[in-house]
């Protein structure tokens, strides 16, 4: 069973992956407002896998016997400058976001919890694909241009994600 301490870290993390939701979601509405479908598309669908991120690990305290505590989701940014923008600011925040994990790995050492130390390692793999997955379009954007051709082609390629 976990520790009062270790269910305490795990709601916090549960808050910060519906926060990410949240966040993503912000910025697919802005994207939308812009006309970019293929941004607005790609946050869309990262709203869906931060969701995915909470749940999992919202039935992993349930699994092992204790009650997750739902806290407040804080306001996220609405206010953005460009395409371009919204990844940087993704990529910035995914790498707080895997500070956030490696906290939790370390605070399950020092409960001597191996099974929490375990269940973690399926978000450090996912750390690492969350933060490689921006830094690989900002580095299209920066070979397309960004200009306004350069981001529609961006677009048209960001549209695909499913
Ligand atoms: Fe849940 Fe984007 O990390």
């Given amino acids: 069973m976990l520790s009062k301490k270790m269910t305490d870290a795990l709601d916090e993390q549960i808050n910060k ?29 990262q709203w869906n896998e931060e969701i995915f ?3 999992k690990m919202f039935d992993y305290v349930h699994a092992e016997g204790q009650r997750v505590t ?6 996220p ?10 990844f940087e600011k993704t990529l910035a925040h995914e790498k707080k976001v895997t500070g956030l994990i490696n906290n939790l790995v370390k605070l399950a ?13 399926w978000y450090v793999k ?4 969350e933060e490689a997955t921006p830094a690989g379009i ?17 677009d048209g ?5 499913k």
């Avoid at 940014?77 to 919204?86: A, E, I, K, V």
């Avoid at 050492?109 to 390692?121: G, H, S, V």
């Fill in 17 to 45: 992956e519906i926060y990410s939701a949240y966040f993503y979601l912000g910025m697919s509405a802005y994207a939308a407002s812009k006309g970019l479908a293929g941004f607005a598309n790609w946050f869309y669908k």
């Fill in 53 to 55: 991120h909470a749940k």
């Fill in 70 to 75: 739902l806290k407040a989701i804080d306001n």
């Fill in 77 to 86: 940014p609405q206010d953005f400058t460009s395409g371009p923008d919204l």
């Fill in 109 to 121: 050492q020092e409960e001597n919890d191996k099974t929490t130390e375990d269940f973690l390692q």
């Fill in 126 to 129: 996912e750390q690492k694909e």
């Fill in 138 to 154: 900002l580095e299209k954007i920066s070979k397309a241009g960004k200009d306004e051709k350069g981001i529609s082609e961006v």
């Fill in 157 to 161: 390629e960001l549209v695909k994600r």
